[in-house]
């Protein structure tokens, strides 16, 4: 058997789909924990909150 000659131009992928993992390097690049983090940090926020002002239940 033959070997399958390997495109490496990154254009396109054998699907036909942008290869868009590459062309993010200039994106905002944010660690998961610090996402959760946050998110729990503003939950946290909005039952204080919602306490102080005599709305929780």
Same mark, same amino acid.
Do not use: N, T
């Given at each position: 058997m033959g070997k399958k000659k390997q495109s490496n131009n990154g254009l396109m992928s054998s699907a036909g789909l942008m290869r868009y993992y590459e062309e993010d390097k200039r994106a905002i690049?944010?660690?998961p924990k610090a996402v959760i983090v946050f998110g729990l940090l503003c939950g %946290?926020?909005?039952i %204080? %909150?919602?306490a102080s002002y005599g709305t929780w239940p």
């Open positions: 690049h944010l660690d %946290l926020a909005v %204080l %909150l919602s």
